[in-house]
Antibody, heavy 114, light 115 residues
Framework: EVQLVESGGGLVQPGGSLRLSCAAS????????MNWVRQAPGKGLEWVSY????????FYADSVKGRFTISRDNAKNSLYLQMNSLRAEDTALYYC???????WGQGTLVTVSS | QPVLTQPTSLSASPGASARFTCTLR?????????IYWYQQKSGSLPRYLLK?????????GSGVPSRFSGSKDASTNAGLLLISGLQSEDEADYYC?????????FGGGTKLTVL
């Protein structure tokens, strides 16, 4: 059974940093592209970042470019999102998704507020 | 103009059919893209339903009933999600998405009310 479990969310002040993690199991993690997708409270889905299976191909949404960094450790079956210079508008539930978003984690909530 | 435009709401009766549209911005040809559809029930995480590019390039998500299907309307440059035999459990938000210019783009979502 495919499982994606996010962690690392929390309350942070504007300008602060957080590192999200996603632990994957039930599939060959190193064979799949991965993404982070977020959803602000009461809003729709917004793609944040993509990383190819080997980690060499990376893309970001314009809204986070230069502030967020996606990475992965295929030996640990883990996906990460380093978030710096956080803003109030980054407040959202952050989901880890596989490939074409065929599997989603439960999400981890990031709240940016003073 | 957004890359993908979805109506904000749709209502239909139990047993009827629902037709969701996902209109691509002018200049982006729907024929060239796989359209992905996701369902999100209230308080739950999104669920992958299906992808559709053509009748020879389509895929149903794992466990997704055949009453959910995809299509396209080239005349309106839109991807379509069709749900037949509506059930109360189909009430949810429905999102389309495409992989466009090295980014994933989601539509704003359509809220389906089954009444």
């Amino acid at each position: 059974e495919v499982q994606l479990v996010e962690s690392g969310g929390g309350l942070v002040q504007p300008g602060g940093s957080l590192r999200l993690s996603c632990a994957a199991s039930g599939f060959t993690f190193s064979s799949y592209d991965m993404n982070w997708v977020r959803q602000a409270p009461g809003k729709g889905l917004e793609w944040v970042s993509y990383i190819g299976s080997s980690g060499t191909t990376i893309f970001y949404a314009d809204s986070v470019k230069g502030r967020f960094t996606i990475s992965r450790d295929n030996a640990k079956n883990s996906l990460y999102l380093q978030m710096n210079s956080l803003r109030a508008e980054d407040t959202a539930l952050y989901y880890c998704t596989r490939d074409r978003h065929d599997y989603w984690g439960q999400g981890t909530l990031v709240t940016v507020s003073s | 103009q957004p890359v993908l435009t979805q109506p904000t709401s749709l209502s239909a009766s139990p047993g009827a059919s629902a037709r969701f549209t996902c209109t691509l911005r002018s200049g982006i040809n729907v024929g060239a893209y796989r359209i992905y559809w996701y369902q999100q029930k209230s308080g739950s995480l999104p669920r992958y339903l299906l992808k559709y590019k053509s009748d020879s390039d389509k895929q149903q998500g794992s466990g997704v009933p055949s009453r959910f299907s995809g299509s396209k309307d080239a005349s309106t440059n839109a991807g379509l999600l069709l749900i037949s035999g509506l059930q109360s459990e189909d009430e949810a938000d429905y999102y389309c998405a495409i992989w466009y210019s090295s980014t994933w783009v989601f539509g704003g979502g359509t809220k389906l009310t089954v009444l």
